[in-house]
């Protein structure tokens, strides 16, 4: 509760900040010092000391792993603004204002970590998404930005309408007529027809969030219309924030009945990583190549969907973790760019060695190599589906596709240490000390969760 | 009434805003669409709404009224959304002029 | 004592990860060769040493300094255990001895970026020597990907002109059989038995010889394996990758490569392959053994014709490797003995053959045998060198091969004579392309293009001569490895039979 | 017993003297290498011959001796061992007499050599003699195995010793791949006894008391008849028989000293050993012996055939080596073990004889080996020319030089085995004695057909190689009275008693049958005639030559080329192997294999290239997919169960 | 048949007429007057099954401030019928068939749902104001208050989007 409070506290300040702050550069600052405050908040009410004491009516209900996800999100968070705080000064003037929709994006993701009613569910993933929608646009005068806030927003919309549809039909379609997600549950018994309709709607509308195949469309070229700071803020924190959604609402609803819809989730799992890893081999755009590398990352993360046991919810921690910083990392250094190709990077291991470095441990942990992150994520990911036992094909056809992704991370690797540098593009990136600095601890805390993921794992069971 | 017939109804509402949202190149009228498709949740809801008139939750209010307060907050969403939407159709036609959703193409492939 | 603080694995693992990082910083080109070449021989001091503290029947209490277990992730039952066994040691010594060999006898090449280079080398090192030592299979497969990464890098980055396509083909060819093994090796860990309270399952490599596993997930299991280890050695048809990426690494790497990676694949089948998946390795011992066959005859017969001298060992490396394959999977005490004694046998040799062809390469500027010609005139002793070496590699009595090659020959007859009937065909090969390249490029005249060819180093001219030492001391007594490695074949054979 | 205990010098001073030789060939000097070079081989047949005095002891039981683990792995374990019998003294005597001869030779011969070269060649042969001789101590297969590819590396390396051309080096690498296939049949016999009897030392099988081949009294059993039949593919490499036999003429290429090593005292007579050696196990397969005796007999009929048109002065002493590796082992096919032995032995003598007497010849011509183009030389060159004639009537078999005594003993034996063996071997020699004498004179006889500068330059050798020459040729003479036939003195056949316990064995299982004495000097007195007259015709006949005399018949062609068998063999094995090579590199690799591989990749590009057509940048498009997959979702949900 | 079928049939019928209506007019503005139809139609319905606040609240938000609205926007653009180019046939044709495949899809399969034949009868007062109120400021009090996020993020990307800023060039 703490953290939806702050978050909207802290975005109601940065909206009124917009007003006072008469430099463009406070507002990073501002919050900088708004998400620290957070994750202590936050941090302190993992251990059991509320400052707000609200009735939520058991609408909310905040456990240790949800807690635990929040506190990832937001530390992923301030990295993300010591990094790229300063980008967002590169959309327009509007400063203050961009992070106050960033925090009322965060007010969203602590929702839908700990929803317990679908109505709180809708509202979270509309939270998430409407500030989103501006941002993606908020470049206004670009018509990439432009074009990619309309999608975004039409689409997100129909998907909106699909999954209020599905709640409707569940909720007619559940005897006690709750839209509790624990109350829907029901056992292992035959799924009524109007729960099934409804179970697709959903899952088809969470696909469509967390961009799954085939409602995977809009995120490749939201992700390359929306300023690239965006951009990384959605395609991470967003994203899994997402997932964790997903998982929730399908474990807690459906979860005893797992066997009656687990083809489709082997379906959309099967075209996900399919879809991702084949068309991002072609891009030429890093930015485009991340998006379908999200994609694609997505449909490792489904497999805590498909598996539903312990080890999945641990993974699926793990995965947002290493995914998020991964990214966040790499988007940082293709927002100092001017040019977004693969042809970008050439060089870079010459001009700018430390940036390389970590770019390439980045890289290597989406690979997915182990001694990051990235592998131990996807082992657990991995391993959850094996002990789920069933379908052991796709486990396999999974690491098939993760190979594909080598192909395409490793191009970038390639420019990196490979190629000569081209010496008129990304001649001068501003890159500064402190940025090089951050790049090594996300480097390190990749490495260090590759080695040791109970750093994260351990809490949920704390 | 039985309540299939509004079950149908809102289904056919539905897809008669999804076939708008498919068909239609206007962003206006695509928005309007979807504005249908809620629509057609909302009547569904209250639909059902009056099916579990009988159920009581542990607050004592009937499980009718939490449909209906849901429909209360679907059409909060859909102000807020039309908000946003309309804001963002206007910035687009603002640079030009054209509220095709096919006329920027940019993004693709 | 030591062993209380350091045991000799991880004295193994440590030392050349640490220069490895450490050599980053020296940018100085000289200093950073000197102190790779040094930190190699602290590592093989280490493994000589380690040598020595084998008699674990005799003296039980060496088991201390050759085992060490730390608890790493107790929740999935993964633990930091490493070992040496005699394989174990066979190999982290093959490994600790081929990187002071690789260092001096390169010693005279310049890399750019050389500190990266060389820590690139000792990186790999660390790597190589994880995978013999791990007796978790998490672990392991750690090793197993961590140590392809910083080769990945030395080739692509030193490399020829087509360099960066072979090397990622090289890349991604390892990496989907790693991604396979590492499903074979969740769904095994599954149904381990629990090694200890905090977890149901283990990755420890006893709970794997013990994992309760029918026939039928055998069979599929030991693919996922097996194709793995089977692309690293390679086994034909898995081979493709390697004369292309041998033909484009830089020759330090390359000697890595063949020298110890290979092996990588030989000592998994071994330690890895086999045990865990005993019935199945009975059923499908045929068909591999058949593949193992083809490919020797089939690179045998491609390495006649090749003109590159590096794509030619390259196919003569597969060769060999076949033989070891099918050895492995003839299954006999006396094959998987031969195996091991060919494991450190196919290192030195390889290794001396790569030397020869780097101070070829280097001195003349061409690597093809047509061109090449007359070099025993002017390097008599360059082609001593080599023709040991070549003998060796063919395998003539009193030098190392033939005993292994007569071992794993043994074994394979043992097992089906006309096997071994088709495998001797290698021994007819081999001695057909290894005298063509003896042929074509030492005897015969002079050309404009060999007559510049310069002398050796005297580091080189030691190093050859320790190799050379080494291929006469096994080929007469090879008694030395055979020793060393009985412990193993019979546990594993042991398991084997259990199952 | 005393030198028994030393017998490890025997090859190791060789040894020894490879390395000294080897290492110091720069920093010695050409004399103190010769000195040597020789002289650690006549230290060797020294001791040899003290060998020899302690077997021919009385009371004398093989002595098998054991140095140490060479391989142990598991039950099987194959110890470093020297066995010491009859045999082996013998053939150590051979080696080292006849190689410290040739050896002496070599050090005026090689002479004009550079000085590292000299050392160099001097190592070689070092080495060879090592390797010989390690192949006849050993103490079980494996150690015989060692020697066995240890002769052939040594070959390879003396037949390719002037490397610069790359003849020689075709022909060594020839004669070493060739040995090779055979060493391979050789090797799966090797493993054919291990899995079948666990053991390969010769102590351990064919022990008269405990034997484990002793023990199995099946006579032809398929096993048996399979391992004697591999171990006698690695014989006919080794001793170059039909079909690996063209090795040999090819392996000319090296100096002549190394000719007369090979063809005399090593390499050629390894096969001939091995197979004595393993008589017992031959003996026990009827059938395998029956096929070497026909091998045998048609390598020698063969071989001789084609020696009569060849003009290259050491392609006919090839061609002759061969065929008389064919009586050999004609001898062996029908049990005579003993003859074959003796024929060994005698052949040592006189072929040594020819090779030197030849490299003498060539020496004096100034490198010419065409004999065409020689003729008179035997006023110039006298101790040449008489050893050489001596060493031809022992060839011819002519009384009671060495050749008739051996040769004899082997036909009869054949003609008690099976007369048509008899005959045809009795063609071949009389082939032999036609080619040997066409040699003679044309060589010695006649007039000269050199240039003029030729004739200036003949001139006698020197006397470290005519002394060779001379006690070979005494040796050649009188060698073959230690195996007198009984026919003409009782008890005569002094090295058949000495061999007897070492066929003992093989005696009792193959019933030996005897011709009849009358017989026997019947058959004696025939061929004796019968090779007289023939040497005598070719002698006339060629003693006048001129060259360029008319048209060949289509089967003097086919005799000059050999039967054209390089060139079959080239046609069907080396050209079909390079072209299968190439196919499988630049076809079934390539394109095969790694099309498919790379296949895969572009399959994975082209994949992407059109799945991101499905991006078609229009809303419209994305959400109509999107209901698709909603569409297909509902159906497997709602309508499969 | 009594009122309340008449009543059910006439306004349903009026629902899917003006949905069609909407979807299918050329004219945008014709459009949203269309969808007010729906919207009224919608109303009724709510009416019959006694959710007047929900009707009303219908009526004021929906067609009274949303449509305006989107009247506004259309008036401030100056759309008419020739402004929507004509769209791929092919893709009108799809989103058409794929649109009844699911609706066909959907009737079918919940034909069959155990629920479908429970009668709604009208007549009671969960649906006045007075009691929705109540619930809505106990029970739902915190979604209400997480709502206000909602509205002022929307607010702020109004006004951001909206505002006239600094003349920066259109980049494409």
Known sequence: MNAIILTAIWGVIMMFGGVFFKKNTTPKYWAIAGIVIIIVANIFEFFGHQIFHVDTKGMLRFDAFSLHFNTIVFICTLLFFLLSGRDFEKIGIHVSEYFSLIFFVLCGVSIVSSFNTLLLLFLGIEILSIPLYILTGSDKRNLKSNEASLKYFLMGAFSTGLMLMGIALIYGGNSLGSFYIDAINLGTGHLPVLIAAGLVLLLVAMSFKVSAAPFHFWVPDVYDGAPTVVTAFMSTIVKVAGFIAFIHLFQYSFGAMQSQWQTLVVIIIAATLLIGNVTAVFQQSVKRMLAYSSIAQAGFMMFALFALNDTAREGILLYAAAYSLASIGLFSVIAKMSDYSIAGFNGLGKSQPTLALTCTIFLLSLTGIPLTAGFTAKFYMLMAAVKDGHQIWLVIFAVICAAISAVYYFRVIQAIYFKEPTPEINAQMPITPAFRWIHIIIAGLIILLGILPGLVIDWIYY | MEIKWYLFLSIALFCIGMIGALTRRNSIIVFMCIELMLNSVNLLLIAFSKMHMATVNAFGTSMATSAQIFVFFIMIVAAAEVTVGLAIIVMMYRNTHSIDINFLNRLKN | MLGTYFTFPELLLWIPFVTGLIAIFIKDAKSVKAFALFSSLATLLVSVISLCYTDVAHHPEYVDYNNVSYVWMPYIGSSFSVGLDGMGHLLTFLTAFSFPVIFAATYKSEFKNANAFYALMLLSQAGLMGVFIAMDALLFYFFWELALIPVYFLCSRWGGEKRIAATFKFFVYTFVGSLLMLVGIIYVYLHTPSFSQDSAHSFYIAAFYKAVLDPGQQSWLFWLFFIAFAI??????????????????????????????????????????????????????????????????????????????????????????GLMGAAIFAGNFTSLQGTMLAMLNHGFNILALWIIVDIINKTTGIRKISELGGLAQKSPMLSIFFLVIALANIGLPLTNSFVSEFLMLTGLFHFNKWYAAFACMGVILSAVYMLNMMKNVFYGKMNSLTENASAMSNLQKMVLTVLVIFILVLGIYPSLVLHLTEGTVSNILAHISVK | MDAIQFIYLVPLLPLVGFLINGLGRKTLSKSLIGLIGSGVIFLSFCISVLIFIAVSKEGFTTQDIQYFDFINVGKLNIPFEFQVDQLTSLFLLIITGVGFLIHVYSTSYMKEETQSGYGRYFSYLNLFVFSMLLLVLGGNYLIMFMGWEGVGLCSYLLIGFWFKEQENNNAAKKAFVMNRIGDVGFLLGIFWLISSFGTISYHDLYNS????????????????????????????????QIPLYTWLPDAMAGPTPVSALIHAATMVTAGIYMIARSNILYSLAPTTLDVIAVIGTLTAIVAATIAIKQNDIKKVLAYSTVSQLGYMFLGLGVGAYSAAVFHVMTHAFFKALLFLGAGSVIHAMGGEQDITKMGGLGKKMRVTYITFFIACIAISGIPPFSGFFSKDEILSAAYASNPLLYYIGLGGALLTAFYMFRLLALTFAGKFRGTEDQLHHVHESNATITIPLVILAVLAAVGGLVGIPEVFVKNGNKLNDFLSPVFAHSAQIIASQEVPHQTEIILMIVSVILIITTSVWAWKKYKEYQPGTGEESVFGKAIKNKFYVDEVYDRIIVKPLNALSRLLDNVIDKKGIDGIVNGVGRGVNYGSRQLRLLQSGQVGSYILLMVIGMLLLFIIQLFTK | MGITQILFWFLTILALVAAIGVISSKNPIYSVLWLIVVFFAISGHYILMNAQFLAIVNIIVYAGAIMVLFLFVIMLMNLNAEAEPVKNVYMKMAGIISGLTLMIVLVAALSHSDVQNTIIRPGTSIGLIKNLGKALFNQYVVPFEISSVLFLSAMIGAIMLGKKDPVKKISL
């Open chain 4, 209 to 240: 008391s405990n034997g484990i081949i002793t023990s199995i009294s099946a006579i032809n059993s398929p096993a048996i008849v399979a391992i004697t039949l591999l171990l006698f593919v690695g014989a006919c490499g080794k001793s170059a």
């Open chain 3, 232 to 321: 690293k050695m390679p086994i034909f048809p898995f081979h493709t990758w390697q004369p292309n990426s041998y033909e484009q690494a830089p020759y330090p790497a390359v000697m890595v490569m063949s020298g110890v990676m290979v092996k990588m694949g030989v000592f998994a089948m071994i330690r890895w392959l086999i045990p865990v998946f005993p019935a199945a390795a009975a059923k499908f011992d045929h068909v591999v053994i058949i593949l193992a066959i083809i490919g020797i005859i089939y690179a045998s017969c491609i390495a006649i014709v090749q003109d590159d001298l590096k794509r030619m060992v390259a196919w003569a490396s597969i060769a060999h490797l």
